[in-house]
């Protein structure tokens, strides 16, 4: 059997949904960050852009508490993981984006 943690989510579910949380809040500010600053030549120098990615990192932890995930059990490795994991996305998304000029 799996072992559970405190708030009744098996380790691997919990981990399946950190990870699905942070790779879709990396999609997310990537469409975001386009939407706002633009998808011009101008926006790839923007630090706007950044300040949207990073913001949406410290958007995920009140929703990992809603989702039910205990977030004070994190240490430094899960805060390092969720925010590559959404700057990551971020960075890949947001360039195709600025790649292909996308009018979002």
């Known amino acids: 059997m799996a072992t559970e943690t405190q708030s009744g989510l098996s380790d691997h579910i919990r981990g399946i949904t950190v990870t699905t949380l942070a790779c879709l809040a990396g999609v997310a500010a990537a469409v ?17 852009t950044l300040m949207i990615a990073a913001g949406f990192v410290v958007l995920q932890l009140p929703i990992l508490r809603v989702v039910g995930i205990d977030v ?21 998304t947001f360039g195709i984006i600025l790649t292909e000029g996308v009018a979002l």
């Open 32 to 48: 975001a960050s386009g939407s706002i600053v633009g998808a011009d030549a101008a926006a790839a120098t923007s630090r706007q």
């Open 72 to 92: 004070s059990d994190f240490g430094a490795k899960d805060y390092l993981y969720v925010a590559f994991m959404t700057l990551a996305l971020w960075f890949i």
